[in-house]
């Protein structure tokens, strides 16, 4: 099952080897690193600004799968967002 949740302090080295996090310029509160999780592999990520962004709303940015992640499906198994 994949597991999608943000990126802690002490997963940064691990994800970043398998994972391009191209816009983490620092800890910060206005963006999160969203990181899909198959077990104990990372297998995704998606960026999300929470402020200075074009429309001035939260984005969502860089979603990202490798290739071989989306050949073994993945990107399709991605989990429906839960609503409250």
Known sequence: MIVVRPLL???FER???AL???RFVDWRDDSTYLIAWDGSTPVGQ???AWSETG???PELQDFFVPV???AEGSARRSPKP???
């Open 9 to 11: 302090r002490d997963e």
């Open 20 to 22: 391009p996090l191209h």
């Open 55 to 57: 429309l001035g709303v």
């Open 46 to 48: 998606a960026h999300v």
């Open 15 to 17: 994800v970043g080897r």
């Open 82 to 84: 839960r609503r409250s």
């Open 68 to 70: 071989d992640s989306v």
